[in-house]
């Protein structure tokens, strides 16, 4: 999502009037939550005027609208959003030239084109997704540094663009003296605490799934020891926690290009997808060990879960891309309310890929379960399931 202006609205104690753009169909959603009863748009559109003999449309130009909506239509799977409203007094004099107040008009959200939102309740929730939306680096995974003698580059990766979080240059002198390698040492060692330092700054390790460490030589591997050492003395858990999420790569130089080589360099590309996906497979794991050791802190199913929820239950919770990111309107915003329960309980939601083999087998278990805090055996007791399930139980029972 572009945010291409915004300024406070003075007819509104909270509101705000927002320029924006988007980019994406997961825009699309932002807006479909942003966007509500009696907020006004403004945007341009084509009029038919007048009809010909042989009834061919005459188009005028475009024309500037301000509408105030009343409902909207919302398809995820064929990228369809549109809102339908009455115009209004428009206070600039550029909307609704020569166009009654009240008359009804439907405006399409496009990638194409920008429109303005005025929304008369600009609220934190409000301000956190729209957010969200407009950085890429919220939708970034992946992290990298790349480094050479002297010079790092502390990035964030995007499906589409590198982003340069920091750029770390220390002027190392040349070792020609007992002096000068002790002046080299003490300078290389303020270079690599710089880019620890970087690294607490920049990096969300509840978000990243991967950072990615590349140079020529052996810096980088220079690089993953002191960052170990340095998160071990100061018992920085967000770090040693994730340790496993650190892939040393080689490459030609120190600058962007690296990053672009590793990306691309065959030798890396199967590390780099189980690296990705570790956290999740290690979640996995720790599912399983519970499952198996019938210790009831490890439940999966709809109903159970969202029972869990329910109690504040749950420490982590597990659901696929599938549930999580699901066109249906409807269920994306259940799986999205159960997401935020969970966190405003102090757990954790993690999203797994179907892409990746964890998320494979947690898509084989209802595509929903969780860990939790602690253990309730009772759990699923009371719970209503499918007369199908109840059936087909019976029938084996019989069998026996």
């Known amino acids: 999502m ?8 003075l007819k509104f104690k909270d509101g705000a ?34 009809v010909d003999a042989d009834k061919r449309k005459k188009t005028t130009d475009m024309v500037k609208l301000r509408i105030q909506v009343i409902s909207r239509e919302f398809d995820m799977k064929d ?16 909307a609704n030239q020569n166009i009654a107040a009240g008359k009804f008009i439907s405006y399409t959200i496009s990638y194409a084109f920008a429109f303005t939102l005025i929304k008369k309740n600009f609220d934190d929730y409000a301000r956190n997704i729209l957010k969200q939306a407009c950085s890429p680096e919220a939708k970034a995974d992946t992290a990298a540094i790349v480094l050479q003698e002297g010079v790092a580059h502390v990035c964030v990766l995007t499906a589409s663009s590198t982003i340069l979080k920091q750029k770390i240059e220390y002027s190392l002198p040349k070792k020609k003296t007992s002096t000068d390698i002790m002046k080299f040492d003490e300078k290389t060692e303020k ?11 920049n990096y969300d390790f509840s978000k990243i799934k991967m950072v990615l460490l590349c140079s020529p030589g052996f810096y980088a591997k220079t690089l993953y020891d002191k960052i170990i050492a340095y998160a071990t003395e100061e018992q920085y858990r967000e770090v040693l926690d994730n340790a496993e999420m650190f892939l040393v790569a080689h490459s030609s130089t120190g600058y962007l290009q690296g990053i672009t080589e590793v990306l691309k360099d065959p030798v890396y590309s199967s590390k780099l997808q189980d690296t990705k996906y570790s956290r999740e497979a290690n979640i996995m794991d720790d599912f399983m060990k519970h499952l198996n050791d019938d210790d009831y802190k490890a439940w999966y199913g709809e109903q159970e879960v969202f029972k869990a929820a329910e109690l504040g239950a749950i420490d ?59 253990p309730l055996p009772d759990l699923d007791e009371g719970l209503d399931y499918d007369e199908d399930d109840e059936d087909s139980e019976g029938e084996d029972d019989e069998s026996v």
């Open 79 to 94: 990228e369809f959003l549109r809102y339908k409203g009455s115009t209004v007094d428009d206070e600039t004099g550029k």
């Open 316 to 374: 982590e919770l597990l659901i696929t891309d599938i549930l999580a990111r699901s066109p249906d309107l409807a269920q994306r915003k259940k799986y999205m309310d159960l997401m935020e329960s969970v966190e405003s309980t102090g757990g954790r939601a993690i999203v797994f890929s179907t892409l990746h083999i964890s998320g494979e087998e947690l898509d084989r278990l209802t595509g929903i379960a969780c860990i939790l805090q602690y």
């Open 17 to 50: 009037a927002l320029q924006l753009q988007p980019e994406d169909k997961e825009d699309l959603f932002t807006l479909y939550q942003l966007i509500d009863q009696d907020d006004e748009l403004v945007f341009k559109k084509r009029f038919t005027s007048t």
């Open 2 to 9: 572009k945010l291409l202006n915004q300024s406070g609205s």
């Open 191 to 201: 270079f690599y605490k710089a880019i620890y330092t970087s690294i607490k700054k």
